[in-house]
């Protein structure tokens, strides 16, 4: 891009062509007033205090509106230009209600900033009169307030909402002094198309709209911000806790437009899900279950329990009689310490976590076909893409803010949009082609693209004779999957498969994202197989804005597999198998190590089972609500002889636990979170934790000392520099290295700068392989007795079990309980309408919950969030494996479906 | 909407050669021209079939004084 | 001083609906020229021309079609600006009724020229026979193949009733209200020809401007620039209003008079025979003259020269024994509630001048209201986006530098 240069109040300036002067002078330290500028959203031009003088041009230029140019010379103050400015303030001052004595933006605001600056007269166009205070459409809301006298009318929330979010909630109303924000009809706004991303708050220069729970609760000067990594999903947003240090409370979760990967976006989680940090719920002490009820107990006590029963079982059953569960919330340290834990104080491989539930397939197959299993690309190359393909993934409501990537993508950069997904997710509403194929016929379905591909020769052959081998193999196979019989399998008209394939492949840069609609299944690996084929074919891996990505699903799913909390490998991927790896680490951790793959986290409930398995240690983690087949899984944990369940609330899993240890959560911590694009980012303590709980990784190191393998670290940075010195993806991250932006594994050595996008010029295994995968039919198909096809899955509001986010009252407030969506030509046919208690039933159980009659699902089709504890969806799911991978095939069962008649 | 009215409106939609994005405008002038005013069942129907958002349409309709609409708190 | 009838000739000559007397009057000879000669020439022809804009910014309309043909975007769109909201301007409506066929035949000329499938003419709620007639008018060119799929391949003419706010005859806040949206105006660049309806390339043209089209191109450039003074051909119609005896609409070849002579030749003089207070020239908007200036020829330059504008011609006569103040206060009782809303100088500042207007109006001004006037008003017009915001000041910022006396003797006398 070519780049100007100009002169800002006598100063030199560059930027690149198409910067604003507004941003120019930002960029050189010259701070140019402005209440509507957000560089997220396209200028607003209302408060028109930016005006600027341009040497030479008549009148004043808006400088949020006005492109640098070549040669200009601009001031960006003079005393006419004050003057206005001083004016203008004053105007909006007039119709203003100053209240920054009680106002919780006092000290955080622009208005008040500009008014001292600017010596502006509050009064001077006479008081503002104080307008009815009639309820307004955030009235009734438990997240945000919206008081019009003091909104500027600035337009910066309406347009954030409608050009970022997409959402379309807010708009302005009436005219002149009528004139205010507000939904449609001025209904409540959560009732309204508001996904509660806040964003309309964080944009907003005034105090018209704040956070309901933050009111009163500190201003500015009162509270203290960490930034930090959300604790939720995989994206990784970066974000502020502001804590009242009086309280240790969190007031407020607030970001920048400049923090990565999210530029300050935030979904509702993140931003209004916090509430559990605090809560009263947080276990404090360690507990002892004895005669079957827990009773508070002292560190020394719990831990020196723990310790001579895992010593006891280890030395009458053998080290593979104990396993782990470790967990994807915590950081990378926390693993680290925890696999390190298993593997050398306890001696066995048994460790994995819930990254089998999600993405073991991912990684199986990607591992498989490119030699190394995560997001090929950024998130922040999504915008980029002239074609994205989204296969099994709801972005929207399980990646919110990457969903927004793509919105950005298809439109304002004019990117086609493939969805392939049985329901009418939001992402449908942006897309060219919506491919609606029958739950578990992906395989199928791919592959009929490929075909088409293959056939209307619009292959990549440099790349597939380059990079590639297998190709002949492959597409014998694909040959027989026509677009006409596919078209009978998936149920997806042949010509849409062709449009599909032919957007895809004559793409310039085609992006495929996927996510556990893709991998749940007994097919995942060969799902993911599948989508490697198509990418490889298409030349589409291996350059910027054109990949294979996985979305995942915790907060640090990634780092807790990068880390080695996975059955077959040591941290980075080094096979439990191979000698010189275990070598290594047997040098590196002074013990003998077993050279036998562990068992997964499905395969150990079944082990309990079996007798095989007699104690179990559960890092965070909670399959009691999350496994598939519970009724299973609860009997398995029942029948365990010895639990530990190290967490922050007593848990489902936690309740069957004959010892809890209580842990810090995120906000307490330092650390490393790796987010979906291979991000290792830092996490900080923002706030004091509750009553004596203890950091997960010296819980960890507590215990196996007790147990006879001394572990002691002064702090998280000391962890993270062994797990560089032992893990080449991660060689060259250190703490002082971090900083704010984070670094892209695989990062070798202290000089890497990062790795934007994987596999650029040879594949981490060397070529790529094409692999021939037939279709295979999901392991329960619908039948008489089951006539429906019942899938799982994640809904915005909600996290994993919700044990963090039901304690959020903006999160009740709009999403308040489970239910089962089905379609409307369904409903009509058993009777049944929207909101009636129904039973759903499946061979492994019965759940009652509340019926969702849409026209968006397709028939024959069920929904279930999976979130709730009432109406737990896992009660039904398969515990079928997929063969490869042992992930459990939540995404296809046979169910029935029939209302509940009470009395 | 009462029942005769959703016929007089199918009615409207019909006389401007369906719904349309490019025709939206004029479209809502007639109902507000027929009706006295423009239901929010018109709004939310409108909203569906063209990909506007009500709250878009329902701001816009309280910015013209010859339109009526109120809102419903 | 005469009148010239090009424009206006055909007027209350024929039924509005009756195209074949449109005909018989040589009517759709532009058309056939245009579509002889070929869009791109038909936009050289209008730059010749030198037409420039009636709808009060007076830009070049050649320039403007010539942008929007070279944009690269489909569809396209064309408006006609039949809005006519303006204080004192009511000569659309003139050519909306008297002529409608030849504002049609502008309109798919224009059309045509710049590739537009689509086009609109948004009119003046307040117009409801206008309306009416156009509705009805859109059928028949629909029935005689100009409209629809007829011989300039397909061509569609929508029919829009303005709802109300006069902001809507703004271009960008009449697209934004033909896009659904509210009726408020945007940032430029980038222009309507750019990024216009929809996001599309798109020609804003007032109803005057769009009349002249079809002459244009049925005589000729040439013979065109035969009419009116060397820098401004053509004529224009302007809408005479006020304290005259004779209100209406005349059509005067550019420079051929003087204002005064309008006045008095056309007005034949003021209502009470009083002389002349003050004068706007060019619309509700347009900055006050007094009577000494009123010997400026009818022209842009002219009018410009001694302190106002042309804008849209609509001239408005003040006489004697009104006060600056109740001039002012009958303008911004208009303007005080039509901002769109969009910036903050004219969204805050239009309603706080009207409250001081009206305090002088009451006898309770001071001189700090004097200050307030004076600033505010110069922040709008620096600071506004639009031409209501830049302009809406200018009667009153020119009555408080003519007229300063009158604003003087109501300062309350009442220490506040
Ligand atoms: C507040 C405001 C109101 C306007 N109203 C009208 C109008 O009613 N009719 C009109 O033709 N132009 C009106 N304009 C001018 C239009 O913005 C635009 O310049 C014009 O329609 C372009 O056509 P022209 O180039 O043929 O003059 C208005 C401008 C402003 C700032
Ligand atoms: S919270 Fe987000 S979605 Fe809701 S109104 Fe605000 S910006 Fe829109
Ligand atoms: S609520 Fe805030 S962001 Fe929205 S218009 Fe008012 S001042 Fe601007
Ligand atoms: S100047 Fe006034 S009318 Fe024009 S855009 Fe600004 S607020 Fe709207
Ligand atoms: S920042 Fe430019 S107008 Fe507000």
Redesign the interface.
Not at chain 1, 10 to 35: F, M, N
Not at chain 1, 312 to 338: M, Q, R
């Given at each position: 891009m070519s780049e100007v240069y100009l002169e800002i109040d006598g100063k030199k300036v560059r930027v690149p062509e198409g910067t604003t002067i507004l941003e120019a002078a930002s960029s050189v330290g010259v701070d140019i007033p402005q209440l509507c500028y957000d560089p997220r959203v396209r200028?607003?031009?209302?408060?028109?205090?930016c005006?600027v003088q341009v040497e030479s041009q008549a009148?004043?230029a808006?400088s949020c509106?006005t492109e640098a140019a070549e040669g200009m010379k601009v001031t960006t103050e003079n005393e006419e230009i004050a003057?206005?400015r001083k004016?203008?303030l004053e105007?909006?001052l007039?119709?203003h209600r100053v209240a920054c004595t009680s106002c919780d933006k006092d000290g955080a605001c622009k208005l008040q900033d500009y008014a001292y600056r600017y010596q502006a007269d509050e009064e001077?166009?006479?008081r503002a009169a104080r307008r009815d205070a009639?309820?307004?459409?955030a009235s009734d809301s438990e997240a945000i307030v919206y008081d019009r006298d003091k909104c500027?009318?600035c337009?910066l929330c309406?347009q954030y909402c409608?050009e970022v979010l997409m959402a379309?909630?807010?708009?302005?109303?009436?005219?002149?002094?009528d004139?205010q924000v507000?939904?449609?009809?001025?209904?409540d706004l959560f009732k309204?198309?508001c996904v509660l991303c806040g964003g309309c708050i964080a944009v907003c220069p005034s105090g018209a709209m704040v956070e309901r729970a933050a009111i009163g609760k500190g201003r500015e000067k009162d509270l203290i911000k960490t930034r930090t990594v959300c604790a939720y999903c995989g994206v990784g947003c970066q974000l502020d806790l502001s804590v009242d240090s009086k309280t240790n409370k969190i007031v407020k979760v607030t970001s920048e437009p400049d923090y990565i990967p999210n530029k300050g976006n935030l979904c509702v989680k993140g931003k209004f899900g916090m509430d559990f940090v605090g809560h009263e719920d947080r276990l404090t002490t360690p507990l002892i279950k004895r005669n079957g009820n827990f009773e508070q107990a002292t560190w020394e006590e719990a831990i020196k329990l723990v310790a001579e029963r895992l010593n006891n079982i280890k030395t009458e059953f053998g080290p593979d009689s104990i396993g782990g569960f470790s967990s994807a919330k915590c950081t990378n340290e926390d693993n680290y310490i925890f696999q390190k834990f298993m593997r050398a104080a306890g001696g066995t491989n048994n460790v994995d976590h819930c990254a089998r539930l999600c993405h073991a397939s991912t990684v199986a197959g990607l591992a498989r076909a490119f030699g190394s299993g995560a997001m090929t690309n950024s998130i922040d190359e999504i915008k980029h893409a002239k074609c994205i393909f989204v296969i099994g993934s709801n972005t929207s409501e399980a990646h919110p803010v990457i969903a927004l990537y793509i919105k950005e993508a298809v439109v304002r950069n004019g990117a086609k949009l493939i969805v392939a997904d049985p329901r009418d997710i939001e992402l449908v509403?942006f897309a060219r082609l919506h491919l609606r194929q029958r739950p578990g016929s992906d395989v199928a379905l791919i592959n009929a693209m490929c075909n088409v591909i293959i056939n209307e020769n619009l292959l990549d052959k440099d790349f597939i004779e380059q990079r590639t081998e297998g190709f002949e193999q492959m597409a014998g196979v694909v040959a027989e999957y026509t677009p006409e019989k596919v078209a009978e399998i998936t149920s997806v008209p042949a010509e849409l498969i062709c449009e599909a394939a032919r957007d895809y492949a004559k793409s310039e840069t085609a992006s495929i994202i996927f996510s556990m609609g893709i991998t749940q299944h007994t097919t995942g690996t060969d799902n993911v197989l599948s989508l490697a084929n198509l990418a490889m074919l298409t030349g589409n891996v291996g350059k910027e804005f054109a990949g294979v990505n996985p979305l995942r699903g915790q907060n640090n799913v990634q780092g807790a597999c990068d880390l080695g909390a996975l059955p077959n490998v040591y941290p980075g991927y080094q096979s439990v198998e191979e000698p010189a790896k275990g070598e290594k680490f047997e040098k590196a951790w002074g013990r003998k190590l077993s050279a036998k793959t562990g068992l997964t986290v499905i395969e150990m409930i079944h082990a309990i089972e079996e007798g095989k398995i007699k104690a179990l240690y559960m890092m965070g983690e909670n399959p009691a609500l999350s496994d598939p087949n519970l009724n299973r899984t609860r009997a398995a944990l029942e029948k365990v002889d010895f639990l530990v369940s190290q967490e922050i609330f007593l848990s489902e899993t936690a309740q069957f636990a004959d010892v809890v240890l209580p842990s810090f959560c995120f906000a307490e911590k330092d650390g490393t979170f790796t987010n979906t694009e291979r991000r290792i980012q830092r996490i900080h303590k923002a706030l004091k934790a509750p009553g004596e709980t203890r950091d997960d990784w010296q819980i960890i190191c507590d215990v196996s000392t007790a147990m006879g393998y001394p572990m002691q670290y002064e702090d998280a940075a000391e962890i993270m520099d062994e797990i560089a010195s032992v893990t080449p993806i991660y060689g060259g991250i250190s703490y002082d290295r971090i900083g704010s932006v984070g670094l892209q594994w695989p990062c070798p050595d202290k000089n890497h700068p990062g790795t934007k996008y994987l596999h650029k010029g040879r594949f981490t295994r060397g070529k790529g392989k094409l692999h021939a995968i037939k279709f295979q039919e999901p392991a329960e198909l619908p039948d008489k007795e089951f006539p429906f096809v019942l899938s799982t899955g994640r809904q915005l509001y909600q996290f994993h079990t919700c044990t963090l986010t039901r304690k959020s009252k903006s999160i009740q407030q709009v999403s308040p309980t489970g239910y089962v969506e089905l379609a409307t030509d369904d409903a009509e046919r058993y009777g049944i309408s929207d909101g009636d208690s129904v039973q759903v039933i499946s061979r492994r159980g019965t759940v009652t919950t509340l019926a969702r009659v849409t026209p968006g699902i397709g028939r024959g089709w069920l929904f279930m969030p999976f979130h709730f504890a009432e109406g737990p969806a896992n009660m039904l799911t398969n515990d079928a494996l997929d063969p490869i991978a042992k992930i459990p095939e939540f995404k296809v069962c046979a169910a029935a479906i029939k209302k509940l008649v009470i009395g | 909407m009462k029942e005769f009215k959703r016929q007089a409106y199918q009615k409207l939609v019909e006389q401007s050669g369906g719904v349309s994005v490019e025709s939206l405008f004029v479209l809502l002038g007639r109902v507000q021209d027929t009706f006295g005013c423009v239901p929010?069942e018109v709004?939310r129907d409108l909203a569906a079939r063209t990909?506007f958002?009500?709250?878009?349409?329902?701001?816009?309709l309280?910015?013209y004084?010859d339109f009526d609409?109120?809102?419903?708190? | 001083m005469k009148e010239r009838k090009v424009l206006t000739r055909r007027v209350g000559k024929y039924e509005p609906l009756d195209l074949k007397a449109y005909k018989d009057m040589g009517g759709l000879g532009g058309l056939r020229r245009a579509l002889d000669i070929g869009p791109d020439s038909v936009i050289e022809e209008i730059k010749l021309s030198g037409l420039t804009g009636r709808g009060g910014a007076g830009y070049p309309t050649g320039l403007k079609w010539g942008s929007a043909a070279r944009e690269k975007k489909t569809p396209k769109y064309f408006i006609c600006n039949a809005d006519e909201g303006e204080l004192g301007t009511f000569k659309d409506k003139v050519l909306l009724d008297g002529d409608p066929w030849a504002v049609l035949e502008g309109i798919l000329i224009a059309a045509y020229a710049i590739g537009a499938e689509q086009a609109y003419i948004y009119i003046k709620g307040e117009y409801e026979d206008t309306f009416n007639l156009w509705g009805k008018l859109a059928v028949e060119a629909k029935k005689a193949g100009l409209l629809g799929k007829g011989i300039l391949g397909p061509v569609g003419l929508q029919v829009a009733r303005g709802k109300g706010?006069y902001i809507a005859g703004e271009e960008f806040a009449l697209i934004s209200s033909l896009e659904m949206r509210?009726a408020m105006s945007r940032?430029k660049?980038p222009y309507p020809s750019q990024q216009g309806l929809f996001g599309k390339p798109t020609v804003v043209n007032n109803v005057e401007t769009i009349a002249n089209v079809p002459v244009i191109l049925a005589e000729g450039a040439e013979e065109y620039l035969k009419l009116g003074v060397k820098d401004e051909p053509g004529t224009r119609l302007f809408s005479l209003s006020g304290d005259v005896k004779q209100s209406g609409v005349y059509e005067l070849e550019m420079g051929s008079g003087t204002l005064r002579e309008l006045i008095d030749e056309f007005g034949k003089g003021t209502i009470s025979g009083r002389p002349i207070k003050a004068v706007q020239p060019g619309g509700g908007t347009s900055a006050l003259l007094a009577a000494d200036s009123l010997d400026c020829s009818l022209t842009t330059e002219g009018i410009r020269k001694v302190g106002s504008s042309i804008g849209t011609a609509g001239v408005i006569v003040y006489e004697q024994g009104k006060s600056g103040v109740d001039i002012v206060k009958g303008l911004m009782e208009f303007y005080g509630?039509e901002?769109c809303?969009?910036?903050?100088?004219c969204?805050?500042?239009v309603?706080?001048m009207k409250?001081i207007v009206e305090r002088f109006s009451d006898g309770k001004g001071t001189p700090e209201d004097l200050e307030?006037l004076r600033?505010?008003g110069?922040?709008c017009v620096?600071?506004?986006?639009c031409g209501m915001g830049q302009a809406f000041p200018l009667p009153v910022l020119s009555a408080l530098e003519l007229f300063g006396e009158d604003f003087e003797t109501v300062i309350s006398k009442v220490p506040a």
């Amino acid at each position: 891009m070519s780049e100007v240069y100009l002169e800002i109040d006598g100063k030199k300036v560059r930027v690149p062509e198409g910067t604003t002067i507004l941003e120019a002078a930002s960029s050189v330290g010259v701070d140019i007033p402005q209440l509507c500028y957000d560089p997220r959203v396209r200028p607003m031009g209302s408060c028109r205090l930016c005006v600027v003088q341009v040497e030479s041009q008549a009148g004043l230029a808006i400088s949020c509106n006005t492109e640098a140019a070549e040669g200009m010379k601009v001031t960006t103050e003079n005393e006419e230009i004050a003057a206005i400015r001083k004016t203008i303030l004053e105007l909006i001052l007039s119709e203003h209600r100053v209240a920054c004595t009680s106002c919780d933006k006092d000290g955080a605001c622009k208005l008040q900033d500009y008014a001292y600056r600017y010596q502006a007269d509050e009064e001077r166009f006479g008081r503002a009169a104080r307008r009815d205070a009639r309820p307004n459409y955030a009235s009734d809301s438990e997240a945000i307030v919206y008081d019009r006298d003091k909104c500027i009318l600035c337009g910066l929330c309406v347009q954030y909402c409608e050009e970022v979010l997409m959402a379309e909630a807010l708009t302005f109303a009436g005219r002149l002094g009528d004139m205010q924000v507000s939904t449609a009809f001025g209904i409540d706004l959560f009732k309204s198309s508001c996904v509660l991303c806040g964003g309309c708050i964080a944009v907003c220069p005034s105090g018209a709209m704040v956070e309901r729970a933050a009111i009163g609760k500190g201003r500015e000067k009162d509270l203290i911000k960490t930034r930090t990594v959300c604790a939720y999903c995989g994206v990784g947003c970066q974000l502020d806790l502001s804590v009242d240090s009086k309280t240790n409370k969190i007031v407020k979760v607030t970001s920048e437009p400049d923090y990565i990967p999210n530029k300050g976006n935030l979904c509702v989680k993140g931003k209004f899900g916090m509430d559990f940090v605090g809560h009263e719920d947080r276990l404090t002490t360690p507990l002892i279950k004895r005669n079957g009820n827990f009773e508070q107990a002292t560190w020394e006590e719990a831990i020196k329990l723990v310790a001579e029963r895992l010593n006891n079982i280890k030395t009458e059953f053998g080290p593979d009689s104990i396993g782990g569960f470790s967990s994807a919330k915590c950081t990378n340290e926390d693993n680290y310490i925890f696999q390190k834990f298993m593997r050398a104080a306890g001696g066995t491989n048994n460790v994995d976590h819930c990254a089998r539930l999600c993405h073991a397939s991912t990684v199986a197959g990607l591992a498989r076909a490119f030699g190394s299993g995560a997001m090929t690309n950024s998130i922040d190359e999504i915008k980029h893409a002239k074609c994205i393909f989204v296969i099994g993934s709801n972005t929207s409501e399980a990646h919110p803010v990457i969903a927004l990537y793509i919105k950005e993508a298809v439109v304002r950069n004019g990117a086609k949009l493939i969805v392939a997904d049985p329901r009418d997710i939001e992402l449908v509403r942006f897309a060219r082609l919506h491919l609606r194929q029958r739950p578990g016929s992906d395989v199928a379905l791919i592959n009929a693209m490929c075909n088409v591909i293959i056939n209307e020769n619009l292959l990549d052959k440099d790349f597939i004779e380059q990079r590639t081998e297998g190709f002949e193999q492959m597409a014998g196979v694909v040959a027989e999957y026509t677009p006409e019989k596919v078209a009978e399998i998936t149920s997806v008209p042949a010509e849409l498969i062709c449009e599909a394939a032919r957007d895809y492949a004559k793409s310039e840069t085609a992006s495929i994202i996927f996510s556990m609609g893709i991998t749940q299944h007994t097919t995942g690996t060969d799902n993911v197989l599948s989508l490697a084929n198509l990418a490889m074919l298409t030349g589409n891996v291996g350059k910027e804005f054109a990949g294979v990505n996985p979305l995942r699903g915790q907060n640090n799913v990634q780092g807790a597999c990068d880390l080695g909390a996975l059955p077959n490998v040591y941290p980075g991927y080094q096979s439990v198998e191979e000698p010189a790896k275990g070598e290594k680490f047997e040098k590196a951790w002074g013990r003998k190590l077993s050279a036998k793959t562990g068992l997964t986290v499905i395969e150990m409930i079944h082990a309990i089972e079996e007798g095989k398995i007699k104690a179990l240690y559960m890092m965070g983690e909670n399959p009691a609500l999350s496994d598939p087949n519970l009724n299973r899984t609860r009997a398995a944990l029942e029948k365990v002889d010895f639990l530990v369940s190290q967490e922050i609330f007593l848990s489902e899993t936690a309740q069957f636990a004959d010892v809890v240890l209580p842990s810090f959560c995120f906000a307490e911590k330092d650390g490393t979170f790796t987010n979906t694009e291979r991000r290792i980012q830092r996490i900080h303590k923002a706030l004091k934790a509750p009553g004596e709980t203890r950091d997960d990784w010296q819980i960890i190191c507590d215990v196996s000392t007790a147990m006879g393998y001394p572990m002691q670290y002064e702090d998280a940075a000391e962890i993270m520099d062994e797990i560089a010195s032992v893990t080449p993806i991660y060689g060259g991250i250190s703490y002082d290295r971090i900083g704010s932006v984070g670094l892209q594994w695989p990062c070798p050595d202290k000089n890497h700068p990062g790795t934007k996008y994987l596999h650029k010029g040879r594949f981490t295994r060397g070529k790529g392989k094409l692999h021939a995968i037939k279709f295979q039919e999901p392991a329960e198909l619908p039948d008489k007795e089951f006539p429906f096809v019942l899938s799982t899955g994640r809904q915005l509001y909600q996290f994993h079990t919700c044990t963090l986010t039901r304690k959020s009252k903006s999160i009740q407030q709009v999403s308040p309980t489970g239910y089962v969506e089905l379609a409307t030509d369904d409903a009509e046919r058993y009777g049944i309408s929207d909101g009636d208690s129904v039973q759903v039933i499946s061979r492994r159980g019965t759940v009652t919950t509340l019926a969702r009659v849409t026209p968006g699902i397709g028939r024959g089709w069920l929904f279930m969030p999976f979130h709730f504890a009432e109406g737990p969806a896992n009660m039904l799911t398969n515990d079928a494996l997929d063969p490869i991978a042992k992930i459990p095939e939540f995404k296809v069962c046979a169910a029935a479906i029939k209302k509940l008649v009470i009395g | 909407m009462k029942e005769f009215k959703r016929q007089a409106y199918q009615k409207l939609v019909e006389q401007s050669g369906g719904v349309s994005v490019e025709s939206l405008f004029v479209l809502l002038g007639r109902v507000q021209d027929t009706f006295g005013c423009v239901p929010r069942e018109v709004v939310r129907d409108l909203a569906a079939r063209t990909g506007f958002s009500e709250a878009l349409i329902y701001g816009a309709l309280t910015c013209y004084k010859d339109f009526d609409v109120r809102p419903e708190r | 001083m005469k009148e010239r009838k090009v424009l206006t000739r055909r007027v209350g000559k024929y039924e509005p609906l009756d195209l074949k007397a449109y005909k018989d009057m040589g009517g759709l000879g532009g058309l056939r020229r245009a579509l002889d000669i070929g869009p791109d020439s038909v936009i050289e022809e209008i730059k010749l021309s030198g037409l420039t804009g009636r709808g009060g910014a007076g830009y070049p309309t050649g320039l403007k079609w010539g942008s929007a043909a070279r944009e690269k975007k489909t569809p396209k769109y064309f408006i006609c600006n039949a809005d006519e909201g303006e204080l004192g301007t009511f000569k659309d409506k003139v050519l909306l009724d008297g002529d409608p066929w030849a504002v049609l035949e502008g309109i798919l000329i224009a059309a045509y020229a710049i590739g537009a499938e689509q086009a609109y003419i948004y009119i003046k709620g307040e117009y409801e026979d206008t309306f009416n007639l156009w509705g009805k008018l859109a059928v028949e060119a629909k029935k005689a193949g100009l409209l629809g799929k007829g011989i300039l391949g397909p061509v569609g003419l929508q029919v829009a009733r303005g709802k109300g706010p006069y902001i809507a005859g703004e271009e960008f806040a009449l697209i934004s209200s033909l896009e659904m949206r509210r009726a408020m105006s945007r940032l430029k660049p980038p222009y309507p020809s750019q990024q216009g309806l929809f996001g599309k390339p798109t020609v804003v043209n007032n109803v005057e401007t769009i009349a002249n089209v079809p002459v244009i191109l049925a005589e000729g450039a040439e013979e065109y620039l035969k009419l009116g003074v060397k820098d401004e051909p053509g004529t224009r119609l302007f809408s005479l209003s006020g304290d005259v005896k004779q209100s209406g609409v005349y059509e005067l070849e550019m420079g051929s008079g003087t204002l005064r002579e309008l006045i008095d030749e056309f007005g034949k003089g003021t209502i009470s025979g009083r002389p002349i207070k003050a004068v706007q020239p060019g619309g509700g908007t347009s900055a006050l003259l007094a009577a000494d200036s009123l010997d400026c020829s009818l022209t842009t330059e002219g009018i410009r020269k001694v302190g106002s504008s042309i804008g849209t011609a609509g001239v408005i006569v003040y006489e004697q024994g009104k006060s600056g103040v109740d001039i002012v206060k009958g303008l911004m009782e208009f303007y005080g509630v039509e901002s769109c809303g969009r910036c903050v100088p004219c969204r805050i500042g239009v309603v706080r001048m009207k409250e001081i207007v009206e305090r002088f109006s009451d006898g309770k001004g001071t001189p700090e209201d004097l200050e307030q006037l004076r600033q505010i008003g110069k922040a709008c017009v620096v600071a506004s986006t639009c031409g209501m915001g830049q302009a809406f000041p200018l009667p009153v910022l020119s009555a408080l530098e003519l007229f300063g006396e009158d604003f003087e003797t109501v300062i309350s006398k009442v220490p506040a």
